[in-house]
C-alpha cells in the first residue's frame, strides 16, 4: 500500500482501485474506462477517464436522467474535443468512483461537469472539476498482478 507521510504521521494514498476496461464497449472505444455511479443513479456508469480533457461531460440522455442531481449552472462554455466544438452549462454532480470488491472503498467527487446537448459520446470524466480532485494512479498492467487498475484516494478522508 501507498501511504503519504505528513506531520500527523502516516495516511493511505488511495482509499480503493479498480480494474479499468481498455477496449471497445458499445459504440465507443474506452482507452481507460472506469466504473462510476452519477449522481442519485442505482446502475453503474462506464465512463472515459481522460487526464487531457478539460472538464468532464455529459450528454443529453444522461443528463435528463440526472436533473434532479444537477446543481444550478455555473455559466456557460465551449470545449475543443476531438469529436469537434461542444458548448453548455457547468453544473455540479456528485460523481463515484466504484472500487472493485476486497480494494478498498468507492471515493465521491462533488465534480463540476459539462452539460453537452449535442455530446453523442461516452461520459468523459477530465481534469478541471473532478481529477484535480483526486489522487489518482494509473497502472496499465505492467505489475506483479498484469492486470490494468486505477487508484484513487481522496484529500479529505
Known sequence: MLVLQDAG?????????AGFISAPHGNH?????????????????????????EWSVIGPDVAEELEDDLGDELGHIQM?????????????????????????????????????ADWAGPVMLGFK????????????????VDEPRVYFGSYTD
Open 80 to 116: 475543443r474535443t476531438s469529436r469537434g466544438l461542444i458548448v453548455g452549462p457547468l453544473r455540479r454532480l456528485r460523481i463515484a468512483l466504484l472500487a472493485d470488491e476486497g480494494m478498498g472503498n468507492n471515493v465521491d467527487v462533488e465534480a463540476t461537469v459539462l452539460v453537452a
Open 29 to 53: 472505444r474506452y482507452f481507460i474506462g472506469v466504473r462510476c455511479q452519477l449522481g442519485s443513479q442505482l446502475n453503474e456508469e462506464i465512463a472515459q477517464l481522460d487526464t487531457a480533457a
Open 9 to 17: 504521521g502516516h495516511t493511505p494514498w488511495s482509499q480503493g482501485a
Open 129 to 144: 472539476g473532478f481529477l484535480e480532485r483526486l489522487r489518482i494512479g494509473i497502472d496499465p498492467g505492467a505489475s506483479a
